[in-house]
């Protein structure tokens, strides 16, 4: 079974940077796409960032697009999501998803085409 824990949420100011880790157990990390999940209060869970297997091919939601970047180190099982210029409305608690296929060609935003998740860490952006 495959573990993930997220960890790097806190409180920051409006306009203000955070740096989530994904920290995952398991062989075969570097063989699946990887994606950040939000969910706010009272909202559903949505997309925010995705990377390949490979590391070389990324996806974004339009809202988090040019302020977030999601990347990977294969040699420490981690997965990165670097958020800048951070808004009110990223509020959210932040997951970290593995991509059910192994080696998939594509990567993808789509919920249900991921298997494993963490616990979440909580963002919180103050006005």
């Known amino acids: 079974q495959v573990q993930l824990v997220e960890s790097g949420g806190g409180l920051v100011q409006a306009g203000g940077s955070l740096r989530l880790s994904c920290a995952a157990s398991g062989r075969t990390f570097s063989s699946y796409g990887m994606g950040w999940f939000r969910q706010a209060p009272g909202k559903l869970r949505e997309f925010v960032a995705a990377v390949n297997w490979g590391g070389g091919n990324t996806y974004y939601a339009d809202s988090v697009k040019g302020r977030f970047t999601i990347s990977r180190d294969n040699a420490k099982n981690t997965v990165y999501l670097q958020m800048n210029s951070l808004k009110p409305e990223d509020t959210a608690v932040y997951y970290c998803?593995?991509?059910?296929?192994?080696?998939?060609?594509?990567?993808?935003?789509?919920?249900?085409?991921?298997?494993?998740w963490g616990q979440g860490t909580q963002v919180t952006v103050s006005s």
């Open positions: 998803a593995r991509q059910s296929l192994f080696r998939r060609t594509v990567i993808t935003a789509i919920e249900s085409e991921y298997d494993f």
